[in-house]
Structure formats: C-alpha cells, structure tokens
C-alpha cells in the first residue's frame, strides 16, 4: 500500500515544482534577421549568452563533410579584434567558461560570466559572428586537432564506430547517412575559399539565434544587443534541400569488424519520424520502457535475470529531418547474437500486443517529469532549451509545454506507435564484431 503512495506523492510533488518553475523569456528579431530572446533571472549573480546557429552536418556538400563540426572549432581562432589563442584566456581571466557542439542539425557556442561580464559575452560572440579570421595557419591547427579527436573517438576506440556504421545503412539519401565528424580526406584536399564560403553562408544574423539568460536588465541587454549585432550584414536567403528516404521494408542485414573490441555486439536500428512528429515522443517513451537505464525491462531481463548479456544499451535520437532508435546488447558466455536478437525481439514483441502496466506507466511518466524539471533547473540549461526549442522545433513555448506531450501520451498509442515503427523488415542488423570473429 505504501507504493502507490510515494508514487502519488512524487507525482504532485513534480507537479507543483514544474508549475513553479515556469520559465519567462521575450523574444524579437533584429532588422538584420537575428533572433534574440532574453530570460531574466536575478537569483544568481551570472548570465549565459548563446548562439545557435542553424548549421550542421546534414548541411554540407557529401564531397566536403565535416565542415560544420571543423567551425566548431575554427571558429575559436580569433577575429579581427581578438588576437589568435585568446579567446579562452579572455574568458578565463574574466571569471567564466565556454563551450561548443555540434550536431548534424546546428552548432551551439556559449559563454557563462559572472554578470558583470554580461557585456564581454555579447561583444565575443558578435565578433564571431561579424569578424572571424580565417586564414591557412588556423585551418592547419584546427585540422590537427580534428585529426587527433577522430583517433581517440572513433577509430581507436571501442565501439566508436557503431553510430557511423548503423547510419551508413539506415540513410541512403540524406546527409544523415554521414557522422559530424565528416571525412578527413575532404577537409585535407578542401581549399581556403571553401570554408571561406562556408562561413559566408551559415554564419550570419539571419540563420542564428541569440540567447541571453540569467542576471541581466532586459532594457540595457537590448542596447547592448543593437549595438554589437545591429550592424552585422544580413547573409542570403539559405536555400536548403530536401532530402525523403525510401521506406526501409526489408531486413537490412550489416556487418563491421572493429580492431578495438574483444565482445561482439548486436544492434537493431529502425529509422523513425523527425522530432515535431508526435510519434518522435511516443518513441521517447519506448525507448524510455524498453532500455534506459538498469530498471529497463530489457536490462533486467538480459542482464539481471537471465544473465545473457553483459549490458543493454540503446540511443533514441530524434532530429529534425527524421530520427534513428537502437537498441543493442553485448552477449555473456556462449550466448550468441542470434539468441540476444531474439530476446530483444520477444520484448518488443509484448509492447506491440500488450498494454504495459499502470504502474510502468506511471514510472515513465515520473521520469519525463523529471527529466523536464532538470533540463531547466540552470540558467545554462534554459539558454540551451530556449534556442533549440525555437531553432529546431519552431516552438519556443515548448520550454514550458513540452511535458503535456508526454502526459498525452497514452497506453494505447505506445503499443500503436510500436506496431509502427519497431517491425523487423523495417531495421538494420548490426553485427559489430572483432576484427576476426564471425557472427553466431
């Protein structure tokens, strides 16, 4: 009886700290197409400032890939007024820290000050914007380091290329089909004028959002907005291609042999709907149910019950084209990959003819809330959730909606979801194997 209780209890609980929590922001463009959008938050004396930019892998020319994650770092150099390698001594020396990423869909640069500093992060991401320097001694440094980061995460790493080999076969014609990283070769053999051209066309006010979020004034931050990103050029209309895959309706049986590994692994794709689709949630739930984390149904099956695999693992990525879920296992002992397979398949198999319980249910729906309580529970966290939610979903109310979604979301429609999408003639099979073995 105590069960339902504390479950119960947890769910208000979230509830009343979600209702808390709502997160304000005003958003406006600038007459250059910048969209800038500003959360006040006084509590703590510090403020993020963040740039998106809508450019990624999926972007790029497939004879020159990697582009979008080599900006990721070219784009530290230095500009015109921000002499090379001192970038990171500027921010240190002033009390913050930055970052970047990339993903095959945008590139994200941020700054954390103390907020007195708001103006400094405001002036080095517009000097980026506006006044990149790019020259051959920052390509060559940056191509280094490019170099050396494919070593240590993909080729001499175990199962580092399990991603790229399960998305070389479940995208035929869209650029999804390439990882960020991007081919080596294209970047050695590609000339100074083509990421010159590179940076013309995706790094400008109007593919971009602004964020600044944290201890700010929102009337002096407008100022100081006009006054470093007023006058940057608008870029070309961005005319972007369309890329529709043919249905996956056959098995697509794949192999690959990694000199890093010593276990085999198995691992099932299924190519899914873009993240606005609302089955893109219903998936998140699946994946959730299925293999996130060690109460995981398959996790405890495979791992803690029946001892045949040494651990379960899955990615569900939605992105803004379409998205990928895999799930994978590695076997324990003489079990093979065919029986793993099977096992994962015989799961599967109950949530597309079974509702799952009441009680699972109610354990999903506690941890979309409280997935969604933590991804806004810091000022750098709502900065990101900001200018995703408006660069990628066209939504950027989702920051404080986006949890209905998934209160929505029944029973019912995550066993229809899976007779969707979750069929065998539908995946790719994987046998990730070492570099002598054969699959059993």
Do not use: C
Request: charged share 25%; glycine share 6%; no cysteine.
């Amino acid at each position: 009886m105590k069960t339902p209780l504390i479950s119960g209890l947890l769910t208000l609980f979230l509830l009343s700290v979600i209702s808390a929590q709502e997160v304000t922001y005003e958003e406006y463009d600038l007459d250059n197409g910048l969209h800038v959008i500003l959360h006040q938050d006084n509590n703590a004396p510090v403020v993020t400032t963040s740039v998106m930019y809508h450019v990624g892998a999926k972007d790029e020319n497939p004879e020159k890939t990697g582009f979008a994650h080599f900006f990721e770092h070219l784009l530290f150099e230095g500009t015109q007024n921000i002499e090379r390698g001192e970038w990171f001594k500027i921010v240190s020396s002033n009390g913050g820290r930055n970052n970047a990423n990339t993903t095959q869909d945008r590139t994200y640069y941020y700054e954390v000050f103390p907020s007195n500093n708001l103006e400094l992060g405001l002036w080095m991401e517009s000097e980026r914007m506006m006044h990149p320097i790019i020259n051959k001694i920052g390509v060559d440094t940056q191509s280094e380091v490019v170099q050396e980061e494919r070593r240590m995460r993909y080729d001499n790493s175990p199962y580092g290329r399990w991603r790229e080999q399960m998305f070389i076969h479940l995208f035929k014609k869209h650029p999804y089909r390439w990882q960020t990283i991007g081919s080596l070769e294209h970047l050695a053999n590609a000339s100074l004028e083509d990421f010159k051209l590179f940076n013309k066309k995706y790094y400008v006010p109007n593919n971009a959002v602004l964020v600044v979020a944290g201890d700010i004034n929102r009337e002096k931050t407008k100022k100081m907005i006009e006054d470093y990103y007023g006058p940057i050029p608008k870029g070309e209309e961005i005319q972007r291609q369309t890329f529709v895959e043919d249905p996956i309706t056959s098995t697509i049986n794949a192999e690959y042999h990694d000199p890093n590994i010593q276990i085999p692994a198995i691992l099932l794709g299924y190519r899914t709907p873009a993240q606005t689709n609302r089955d893109a949630y219903v998936l998140d739930m699946i994946s959730t149910y299925l293999s996130d984390g060690k109460s995981s149904k398959l996790y405890k099956k495979l791992v803690d019950d029946e001892k045949k695999a040494l651990q379960v693992f899955a990615f569900n990525g939605s992105q803004e084209d379409y998205g990928a879920y895999v799930v994978g296992a590695l076997p324990v002992g003489e079990t093979s990959l065919e029986d793993l397979k099977s096992e994962i398949d015989g799961e599967i198999e109950k949530i597309k003819t079974e509702l799952i319980s009441e009680k699972d249910y109610q354990k999903l729906q506690n941890k979309f809330e409280n997935q969604f309580v933590n991804s806004n529970s810091s000022i750098t966290g709502i900065a990101n959730s900001l200018a995703r939610n408006y660069m990628l979903y066209d939504d950027t109310s989702l920051i404080n909606n986006e949890i209905d979604i998934y209160r929505s979301i029944t029973r019912e429609e995550i066993m229809e979801v899976s007779k969707k999408y979750l069929n065998t003639n539908q995946r790719v099979e994987l046998n990730y194997l070492p570099e002598e073995a054969t699959a059993n």
